[in-house]
């Protein structure tokens, strides 16, 4: 592996701590698990881009939440908190690699949330932009593009078992945050995976000296 020229991640599950939200506007955390569960599969499932804020109403109304409650669930996406070592490794990071975002929202709420990391991306990749959902290619692509990097040069700092295969089909090599202790399944093995985004530094490092 020649070092990396970039480093992309996934958002609301790799930079940000999203579960709170959808605890508190479903009212308990079984239904916030719940919904961000169903969310994160129509999602996934979607294909072309359809308006995220319908895809987050029909994730409430598919576990018995109204739908109502979706206007507030994506205000309250719009202001989640990073990861509380995520400001101090990006800002590392972004002194010699570029460094991106690419998420299944729409192009609103992706500015939004990205902001509340604090510290500037070079690209924010949203479904929206790219005309489809994650794991589609598109919005991998648009990153890639606009970063003027190569997929082989580029890690991917994935959230969800999902989108390693995504990020996996186009050659670039991933980084699991795997915060919540998900089950791999059968899905491919990560480049490596880690429960914190603080061995990021160490991956990045060791690339750059090869």
Known sequence: MGPYEGVLFDLFSGLLDS???????AGSDVLGRRWRSEHSRLSYLAGDYRPHDDVVA?????IGLSPERAPALVARLGELGPWPEAPGVLAQLRATLKIGVVTNCSDELGRRAAAQVDVPFDVVATAEAAGAYKPRPEPYRLAL???DVSSARTLFVAGSPDDIAGADRLGMPVYWHNRRGLDL?????????HDSLTPLLEVTSLSRMT
């Open 58 to 62: 029909e994730a409430a109304e598919r």
């Open 145 to 147: 593009d606009a970063l």
């Open 19 to 25: 579960q709170p939200a959808y605890d508190d506007v």
């Open 185 to 193: 399944g059968g899905r491919a093995r990560p480049l490596a995976e």
